[in-house]
């Protein structure tokens, strides 16, 4: 049995709002907790939350930390919910009726907060126990809690209002959720039941109405996929309307992208690994994705792809999005060599080399003699975004590398470069000429100097939302880019320019225009509109 749906979610919400947000959780716990509980060290807490009667001491005890508590302290953290309504959905099992009877966890249960282009969002989520609580290695069908991939994609989702939304592979439904808050309705897939069972309980408990949230079980796109995808495809093309498809302005994924190796002996978990060799789950998602979006829509999406010899990463990637025939931006965020990437998801599954050390280098062997068979020389990982054209074929096809900071909620910066492309793919150098630009709000101008001399030597421009990108000028670029501040269109200053420099006019704008369309393109310089 898993986890249910309680008769009665309000008051188990309620009881939760009174005493387990994440503002309690941070008052019953000293930085110095807090911070060992991100590097998954529980003792820390466990001391400062020991003997405490305050409802975030007892309930991150017992959900989060693998405590047990007693029948009296649960129902005094839970005093409209209860021990007994909390067995029964599914949430803790008790050891008997007796008020100093020991109660334990069956499910991690804690509060949850996500910052994205929205603001901010607060729910409770379950999932299952993981490593911390259990303090062994994961089932293969783990549910997965929110994670450091799953804030990524939630601040990096673009969130406009959508009509209909698709989350690809649920888990415990954050995506879900998040999702539920400018669309009109949402639509979570997943393969596992048991990720399902979780995405629902947590809906409930985050007062998400059933119908604008439908839950669909299978793999990948097949709970949504067209039932003549060739005749999909077919109709897309001639620019005619499929009726039997079933599109969406907005999909979401965060897949499970893990490269995993097969043979006996290999654990292979639900919510990470797709049952598929190297990084086809990625590719066939790509390709996959043009069946199911509306014209318009955008599909946001995690994952891995390898880095095979000889080949560059952006032109086996590039390969995918120029046969999905979609608009396509990908960024690389991070790089793993084969060794590096076995260590992290052997030790994701609990697997470690002081738990169990025969396990540790089977898995190591088997990782490295997997990426070795297909001449894999490093793991990327990174953020896809497509979008189907309104019309037309694609025009953005960018894959780069940054691997800096990321300026969360990057979903706004996101919606805000497409619209900069969208602006500029319109307009030739003459009517960018025409056009007037201002430096973007968050946008800095460091200026170095030799001492003792006027002028500087190096002219930067950084970015301080977004991908925090630093872009350095030359002196005609940098005396533009001053002269930019909404008043005069480009054409203008670049006239003065070459009169003041006494150069022909022609000369400098073929320096300056190509360059100033990049730094509208990421976001240094943005249109005024007349």
């Not at 959905?89 to 050891?95: E, R, Y």
């Not at 109660?103 to 991690?108: K, P």
């Not at 998040?178 to 039941?193: F, G, I, N």
Request: hydrophobic share 45%; proline share 7%; with cysteine.
């Amino acid at each position: 049995m898993g986890v249910r749906v309680p008769a009665d979610v309000g008051a188990l919400r309620d009881d939760l709002a009174e005493g387990y947000r994440s503002a309690d959780v941070e008052a019953v716990l000293s930085p110095t907790a807090r911070r060992a509980l991100d590097r998954e060290q529980a003792v820390p807490a466990l001391r400062e939350t020991t003997g405490r009667a305050e409802p975030a001491a007892v309930l991150l005890r017992l959900f989060v930390l693998g405590a047990e508590v007693t029948r009296a302290e649960l129902d005094r953290a839970l005093p409209r919910t209860g021990t007994d309504a909390a067995a029964r959905a599914g949430l803790v099992a008790a050891a008997g009726a007796a008020p100093d009877d020991a109660v334990r966890a069956l499910v991690d249960l804690q509060p949850c907060v996500v910052e994205d282009a929205l603001g901010r969002a607060e729910w409770w989520l379950a999932s299952d126990r993981g490593e911390l609580a259990t303090g062994g290695a994961l089932r293969p069908d783990h549910v997965l809690g929110v994670g450091g991939a799953s804030l990524t994609l939630a601040g990096a989702t673009i969130r406009t209002p959508r009509r209909r939304t698709l989350d690809l592979g649920t888990g415990c439904g954050v995506q879900a959720l998040l999702a539920a808050r400018h669309s009109d309705a949402v639509v979570a897939t997943d393969l596992s039941a048991r990720a399902l069972e979780f995405a629902r309980f947590n809906a409930a408990l985050a007062g998400v109405e059933g119908s604008r949230l439908e839950l669909r079980q299978g793999s990948m796109l097949d709970p949504v996929r067209p039932p003549e995808p060739g005749r999909f495809r077919r109709l897309l093309a001639r620019g005619l309307p499929a009726p039997d498809a079933e599109l969406f302005d907005l999909v979401v994924s965060n897949p499970p992208f893990v490269i995993t190796p097969r043979g006996a002996g290999m654990p292979e978990y639900t919510y990470r690994d797709g049952g598929r060799s190297g990084d086809d789950l990625v590719r066939d998602l790509v390709l996959g994705l043009p069946e199911v979006l509306a014209p318009g829509g955008v599909a946001q999406l995690l994952g891995n792809w390898e880095h095979r010899r000889g080949v560059d990463w952006r032109q086996r990637v590039g390969e995918w999005v120029d046969r999905a025939g979609l608009d396509a931006w990908v960024v690389q965020r991070e790089v793993q060599d084969p060794a590096e990437y076995a260590e992290t998801w052997l030790r994701d599954g609990g697997t470690t080399p002081d738990r169990d050390p025969a396990a540790w280098r089977a898995g190591v062997e088997a990782w490295l003699d997997d990426l070795e068979s297909r001449d894999v020389e490093a793991v990327g990982f990174g953020l896809v975004v497509l979008r189907r054209p309104e019309r037309g074929g694609p025009t953005l096809r960018r894959l780069e590398e940054l691997t800096g900071p990321v300026r969360q909620p990057l979903g706004e910066h996101l919606a805000a470069a497409l619209a900069a492309h969208d602006w500029l793919a319109v307009r030739d150098d003459d009517e960018l000429g025409g056009a007037r630009l201002r430096p973007a709000p968050d946008v800095v101008e460091d200026r170095h100097h030799t001492p003792g001399e006027p002028e500087p030597t190096v002219v930067r421009l950084r970015q301080g939302a977004g991908f925090g990108r630093t872009v350095q000028l030359g002196p005609a670029l940098a005396g533009l880019v001053g002269a930019c501040d909404g008043e005069f269109a480009v054409g203008q200053i670049v006239g003065a320019m070459a009169a003041l420099l006494d150069t022909p006019v022609e000369l400098v704008a073929a320096e300056v225009m190509g360059p100033v369309r990049d730094l509208v393109r990421d976001g240094f310089l943005v249109p005024v509109e007349n």
